[in-house]
């Protein structure tokens, strides 16, 4: 019922930049939103968060070079990656945490992930 659907992953050059958008669909009312990203075999760390009072988190990592942004009206959050490394080439999965509406005793909280898409950074 309630989705988020991924776009904006592909390929880019090291120092290049990529922009990922996540779009949430569905009766859900939205605490926080993010991007993760995980290797094979590896564990699905943070990238950046933000709430819908625009607090921002970044992973140390990625400060001063990633930028998450959101569009309230579209229900839709952005990751802007500029001067991206080959190291940062994995998959990146949109999360999101709130509240589905489905009724006065069916609200329930719930912590969301998109699909996942690839992001590949190669000369």
């Known amino acids: 019922q309630v989705q988020l659907v991924e776009s904006g992953g592909g390929l880019v050059q090291p120092g290049g930049s990529l922009r990922l958008s996540c779009a949430v669909s569905g009766s859900f009312s939205i605490y926080a939103m993010g991007w993760y990203r995980q290797a094979p075999g590896k564990q699905r760390d943070l990238v950046a968060t933000?709430?819908?009072?625009?607090?921002?988190n970044y992973a140390d990592s990625v400060k001063g070079r990633f930028t998450i942004s959101r569009d309230n009206a579209k229900n839709t959050v952005y990751l802007q990656m500029n001067s991206l490394e080959p190291a940062e080439a994995d998959v990146y999965y949109c999360y999101a945490e709130g509240v589905e509406t489905m009724g006065a005793d069916t609200d329930r909280f719930l912590e969301l992930w998109g699909q996942g898409t690839l992001v590949t950074v190669s000369s």
């Open positions: 933000i709430t819908l009072r625009n607090i921002t």
